[in-house]
């Protein structure tokens, strides 16, 4: 029996063919989006509704599509039979393809259920018809159609499964270009089936009177569309609600995580520590427990963060948290308060000797641990530990003392641990005092210089003067600089007072030289945060000029630990201040760790012996003689002048001179007085001379 085709429905089918294959795909990603077990269950239920019906709207309108020369019906029944089979086969679909790893095993399997399913309600539907005689099949067309059907599905599984990631790249447009091919490969199988069916001649359709043909392929396709277009629109509604919602999650948890957390090092931060130490304290009372407070800076840090700078410096702090958490017990909470400031809550300690023990351990892990991080700079910190309750009962008290003892631990050498006692109280008071002075003494004129003569060894005649600052405080009282400077150099505003210190000792010598008297040269410490500035050498070159000194006038002294800190930079320092006309002295010779090599390069002025190897003159005997005499000899056969500074007795001035040691300084010569009363011992020495 001759049969045809109406154009338009093909069409139509294979445009449906399509949207449900694009619907696959959708629905596909969606279901991977959620987390939640029962809404998978629930989306894979709703999508293989729309996605049968598409399937199956695709099959009857191509059916409708086909005409014989007898009126076509179709049996409900069997017609209802032909949708739950493209339902099921959907589900199915569904199901293997939102599965967490999709394997060759699975995929082979499901695609031959799959293409088993859709041929069976592809000839499930051909039934419907109730053709009389029934419609026989060509063998090789039937094979045909159900290889197409299991090769149609399993690459439709393929393809859902790779284009399951809803964020990946241009992945609409990839859904769509395989949805076409889906298409193709659907409407194929379809029409290969068709292309098998023989109609004897004279056939009879049984159905025909059931099912009016128009008004049913008028009816699918509009309810064919509109169940797949609004199952799209609900994913792509869902779909950016849960992203919405994925987005709003992952910011509250970032959120959270800064309020929490320390960003650089991760580690919890100041307020979750408090309210870690809030709830021990809580804990502690309910059922009495002790735990320590152990505070923590680490020494040198601003050394480094200045010298190599901030991300150096975020190295060393992220590689020494990392650390620190090692050298801890499990249960220990480590937080970093900021800068480089960390601290430790120990909770469940059974005495001051458990605390004791815990900070032995970290320094003894920082000491000598072998670090799997790389980081060639060790750092070490100074401890401080506070104890609940017998130091305190809060949060604030228990910080402030153990950051009060960290502080004495610094005092007491560095890289050590100290525990808090009453009287630390008294010195952190002290401390913030003068930081609050220093911060007003620019500005109040609470800072005056005092100048300490030297002489010349050989005939007592003036040589110089070392210019040394004081602190006048109308509450603290008058301060040396073995107070404040320390206090200055933590801080960082040892700068701006060096820089005062140069211009005010420039000043005075102009105002000398403007009196008639001579012109002395006048030495100037350095500190090692002064020594970190790149523009030190041109600032101090600028001060000079804008205050009318010959910078042959001035010395800059530093001591021999600072120099050999980084002796490479120092010499490249001491060049730039030398090319400059200024003049450098290497300041307590003899305490420190000085290499030979190093010392001939810096090619200083000067040499200072410290005092400690002046007062041995009188208490060590031939061998403090000795000791003196070797440096003295060393420098000179450096070129190098010699200044003994702390002479006290006429023994150590004589054996000094006796060794032709260049200058003295010290209480026995000259003790340090005002600018004014220096210049009244030159205007003395002038006429004298």
Not at 30 to 40: D, N, V, Y
Not at 481 to 500: D, K, L, N, T
Not at 619 to 648: N, W, Y
Request: glycine share 8%.
């Amino acid at each position: 029996m001759q049969s045809s085709y109406n154009f338009w429905l093909v069409a139509i089918s294979f445009v449906v063919a399509t949207l449900a294959s694009y619907t696959a795909l959708d629905l596909t990603g969606r279901i991977f989006l959620l987390a939640s077990a029962r809404l998978r269950h629930a989306w894979r239920l709703g999508g293989a509704l729309a996605l049968g019906v598409g399937i199956w709207s695709m099959h009857f309108i191509a059916m409708l599509a086909f005409s014989l020369p007898i009126p076509l019906g179709y049996d409900l029944a069997t017609t209802a039979c032909s949708l739950g089979l493209a339902i099921g086969v959907s589900y199915l679909a569904l199901f293997v393809t939102t599965q967490a790893r999709l394997t060759p095993g699975r995929l082979l399997a499901g695609g031959v259920l799959m293409g088993f399913g859709i041929a069976g309600m592809h000839y499930t539907g051909m039934a419907a018809l109730q053709m009389t005689p029934a419609i026989h099949y060509q063998p090789a067309w039937f094979a045909g159609s159900l290889v197409i059907a299991i090769g149609a599905s399993s690459a439709a599984l393929w393809m859902a499964q790779a284009l399951s990631n809803d964020e990946a790249r241009h992945v609409v447009r990839k859904r769509f270009a395989a949805a076409l091919v889906m298409g193709i490969a659907i409407s194929g199988m379809h029409y290969a089936g068709m292309a098998a069916a023989d109609f004897a001649p004279g056939a009879i359709c049984g159905a025909a009177k059931d099912v009016n043909a128009a008004w049913l392929a008028t009816s699918l396709i509009l309810l064919t569309f509109a169940i797949l277009i609004l199952t799209l629109m609900l994913s792509r509604f869902d779909a950016r609600t849960s992203l919405l919602t994925g987005a709003v999650s992952r910011l509250n948890g970032q959120i959270v995580r800064l309020a929490t957390l320390d960003t650089l090092t991760g580690l919890p931060n100041r307020s979750t520590l408090t309210e870690r130490i809030e709830r021990a304290i809580n804990g502690s009372r309910r059922q009495p427990a002790s735990f320590a407070i152990l505070f923590m800076d680490l020494d040198g840090f601003k050394t480094i963060n200045d010298s190599l700078g901030h991300s150096a410096g975020d190295a060393v702090l992220s590689a020494f948290a990392q650390r620190l958490q090692h050298c801890v017990r499990a249960a220990d909470t480590v937080a970093r308060l900021g800068g480089d400031e960390f601290v430790v809550l120990a909770e469940n300690l059974g005495s001051r000797e458990d605390a004791a023990a815990l900070a032995e351990a970290v320094l003894e892990r920082m000491r000598r641990g072998m670090w799997a991080d790389s980081q060639p700079l060790q750092v070490m910190p100074s401890i401080g530990i506070a104890l609940y309750p017998h130091d305190g009962d809060t949060v604030e008290t228990l910080l402030k003392h153990a950051d009060a003892a960290m502080y004495e631990a610094k005092r007491a050498g560095r890289s050590t641990y100290r525990f808090f006692e009453r009287s630390m109280n008294e010195a952190a008071t002290r401390t913030l005092q003068i930081q609050s002075a220093l911060h007003a003494g620019l500005a109040a004129g609470l800072f005056s210089l005092e100048f300490q003569p030297k002489f010349h060894g050989g005939n007592d005649s003036l040589a110089g003067a070392e210019a040394l600052i004081r602190l006048h405080h109308p509450q603290l009282g008058t301060l040396t600089p073995a107070e404040f400077i320390p206090i200055a150099e933590r801080s960082g505003q040892i700068v701006p007072i060096g820089y005062w210190v140069a211009r005010e000792t420039c000043r005075r010598i102009r105002g000398w030289i403007e009196q008639g008297l001579p012109a002395m040269k006048v030495a100037i410490n350095l500190s090692p945060r002064q020594l970190l500035q790149p523009d030190l050498v041109a600032n101090m070159l600028e001060i000079v000029k804008a205050e009318g000194v010959a910078c042959e006038q001035i010395m800059f002294e530093i001591t021999e630990t600072v120099a050999m800190q980084d002796a490479q930079k120092t010499v490249e320092m001491i060049h730039a201040f030398q090319a400059s006309g200024f003049e450098i002295a290497i300041d307590d010779f003899g305490t420190g760790y000085s290499s030979l090599a190093y010392l001939q390069r810096f090619r200083v002025k000067q040499l200072k012996i410290d005092r400690f190897f002046t007062n041995g003159l009188d208490e060590h005997g031939a061998e403090g003689s000795a000791i003196v005499s070797a440096i003295i000899a060393l420098a000179h056969s450096l070129e190098m002048d010699v200044v003994a500074e702390g002479v006290e007795t006429e023994s150590q001035l004589g054996l000094l001179r006796s060794m032709s040691c260049d200058e003295m300084q010290g209480f026995l010569l000259g003790k340090p007085v005002s600018a004014d009363d220096f210049g009244a011992l030159l205007r003395g020495r002038m006429m004298a001379a």
